[in-house]
């Protein structure tokens, strides 16, 4: 026979005494067992429900923290035997839990550890948890709180052909709101220090500023803008008199100049939503990701891998219960030269039209600069402008000539075009005609003949 309990059958034994044809006493106080399973149950989910005495959700969401809402898998280790509690008539026993929390959402457990919960008899006999927060948390003190932290290793540098570091961390200064400095102002000072900050640093929506230094919290520094320390681009001095005004000292990769290979390297900053949502999970809010260029294209390299740090915290105190350490970006070696660079950009900086140079080292192949100029407007013009490399060709074609014993006073043929290999190649509009013909192998040269220069030749 079968007796229903508060939430499950109960095994009754139920002896036939034959002799005196009475039935056997029979115990219908739950299993302990079963409840310690719910209670597991219960702190996996977060759904409090599935154990008596657990509280509301809420309540056990704000015991654990910033790890709340974290994937974790909550098992019975062992249950203790009933004991009896001094000066009372009911009992408690002993729940051994094995803990493994998911911290990083990648399907794999990061940290794992043992508590024990208890489970007190109630006046129906029923268990019920008996709260405490060491039982989720080891060391976690009433009224105390569980902080995650995401650890960034050293992010690499962007290297030279020589070695020398192009893009490293550099002294900037954050220049931005700090709301400490305006507690308690109203919110009209407090939107009118944004909106001046927003102009010092030359920020056209001032207004959308204003309202997110608003909607961040009382104590949140809102960045405005991020600017070399020798930066001239912002006022300091006027700064200093904004109320909330400040540039906070940092680091930041950067390369020797504003315009050092910008278009080529790329930048450094903090992640978007649109990063984030792309990353798939390896980025989150707040870290500092390649935003274009060869910054953007490496990142994962550069980056490396980052680390978790979680810490209960008892008043202003925070413990470590587990570190997993972060791991420093490879840096990401180029075969730039950083004098041919810098001359290729002084070349490129009169130009207003679109243009880029790229200069190469024969032997190898190795590129020595990729400069574009201030008319690409911030595009890699050096990189990805498909353009014919015209004339530029005419230097390779000419010295294979040369090479197969065309001399300079060679007579060869310039004709108004010349097909090869099913292309007909023309001479540029206004070739002059007196350099038709038959003409030097130096005429052809310097008169810059297509057809002569793309023709196999008998010196």
Known sequence: MTITGRRRPVACAVALLASIGGL???STTPDPADDAADLARALETGETGYAKGLGTPESLAAMLGEIADLPRAVEVAAVGEPREVTDSELKVVDVDLNWAWDLDADGEPDWSYATTARLAQDGDGSWAADVHPDMLVPGLEPQGS??????????????????SAIVTDRPVL?????KTRLEGAPEAELRASAEAVATLAGYDDTATFADRAVAAGPRAFVEVIVVREDSTDVDLDALASVPGGVAVPGELPLAPTATFARALLGRVGEATQEVVEASEGRVVAGDTVGLSGLQEQYDATLAGEPGLRVSTQGGSELTTRYERPATDGADLHLTLDTAVQTSAEVALAGTT???????????????????SGPGSEGQSTAMLATVAPGSTYKIVTALALLRAGVGPDDVVSCTPDAAVEGYTVGNYPGYPAAYLGDITMADAVAQSCNSALITPATP
């Open 174 to 178: 954050r220049v931005g709101l700090d």
């Open 24 to 26: 056997a006493a029979c």
């Open 353 to 371: 039209s679109p243009a880029g140079l790229v200069a190469l080292r024969p032997s190898t192949g190795e590129i020595l600069a990729a400069a």
């Open 146 to 163: 569980v902080v995650l932290e995401r650890i960034t290793g050293q992010r690499g540098d962007v290297l030279a052909g020589d070695g």
